[in-house]
């Protein structure tokens, strides 16, 4: 009987544990705790996430940003003659819709000729005399002087182009249609010496041009943005550190463009240009090749998303710079 009575007494004090659980306050401590390990494991997954990303897109802009300079070196390969003052050739060119609208935003770098070959070129033993004239000496010289002008274009609210400012391509080659060697609206053959102002240095175009423009690359830092301007080492002239002619009345070899450049504005894209003629006297036998420098910096944080990854100052890319020596020369004095 004791038994029977010990084994019901254990069976409900058994029953009684069973049904125990946790409390109210309990569930709600395990909940509080398990928020804060989760929201912090959340926080940095984001975190992390936000600086993958952040860290790729610094990596493609410098990447799209060094591929540009080296097609622009490319390009400089190739001139016979870059202008000092690439505003003033700007100037012939701003009636070509085409051209970049000439504003406070655009900002002409670079203004050079280049030789481009010509390829397929028509037969030249039909059509008129002149015409025959004309294609048997391209057939013999094989190339056209073409000129190229680099701008920067700072955001203008153009939903394609988001990055702070963009680098437009222009270039006004010789013939509009090569079968027919119709020349280009506005193009003036440079080494045409029947035609008033067609030398290099004198050029002006014929009539308006009808040039072609295509953007280069977008992502490029803005010359009035401070979070991407990093002061240069060479404070208010940056181009004077490449010496001058060292004479007892030194001469400045170089000469900056864009003219607004300096160790604190507009150095984002700029060059330094080496004058052809460094005391302007056409009449001395001092001519020598040009080369330029040519600086260029990216960024990763387009027009209005500077703080979307957490970007600043610390995350602004470097400035590229290279040298180019170009090939030809005009009236060199051997």
């Not at 030194?250 to 607004?260: A, K």
């Not at 090749?289 to 990854?309: C, H, I, P, T, W």
Request: glycine content about 6%.
């Amino acid at each position: 009987m004791k038994s029977a009575i010990f084994l019901y007494q254990y069976l409900l004090t058994l029953k009684k544990h069973s049904q125990k659980g946790f409390t109210l306050i309990e569930l709600l401590v395990s909940l509080i705790i398990s928020g804060l390990i989760i929201s912090t494991l959340l926080y940095v997954v984001v975190d992390l996430v936000s600086l993958d990303n952040r860290e790729a897109r610094l990596n493609q802009v410098q990447l799209d940003t060094k591929r540009a300079l080296d097609y622009i070196t490319n390009d400089l390969q190739e001139a016979v003659y870059i202008y000092q003052d690439p505003a003033a050739i700007s100037a012939q060119l701003t009636g070509d819709s085409r051209f970049p609208t000439p504003d406070a935003n655009t900002f002409p770098v670079l203004a050079f000729w280049r030789i481009d070959p010509v390829d397929n070129l028509p037969d030249c033993t039909t059509g008129s005399l002149a015409f025959q004239s004309t294609c048997q000496v391209l057939s013999i010289r094989r190339a056209t002087y073409t000129l190229v002008v680099y701008i920067q274009r700072n955001n203008d609210g153009n939903r394609n182009w988001p990055g702070q400012s963009r680098l437009i391509r222009y270039e006004l080659t010789k013939y509009s249609d090569i079968n027919t060697l119709a020349i280009r609206p506005g193009y003036k053959d440079p080494t045409d010496s029947t035609v008033a102002n067609s030398s290099f240095e004198t050029w002006t175009s014929d009539g308006v041009p009808s040039g072609n423009a295509a953007v280069l690359v977008d992502y490029i830092a803005s010359p009035d943005l401070e979070l991407n301007r990093a002061p240069l080492a060479d404070a208010g002239a940056p181009c004077s550190s490449y010496g001058n002619d060292g004479a007892t009345t030194p001469v400045n070899l170089y000469s900056i463009t864009p003219t607004t450049a300096s160790s604190t504005a507009n150095t984002s894209f700029f060059a330094c240009i080496r004058n052809p003629d460094p005391d302007n006297d056409p009449t001395t036998t001092n001519r020598a090749n040009q080369d330029v420098y040519v600086f260029l910096r990216g960024a990763a944080q387009g027009e209005g998303d500077s703080r979307q990854y957490g970007y600043s100052e610390s995350t602004s890319l470097p400035l590229l710079e290279t040298q180019v020596l170009v090939r030809g020369i005009i009236d060199k004095n051997l």
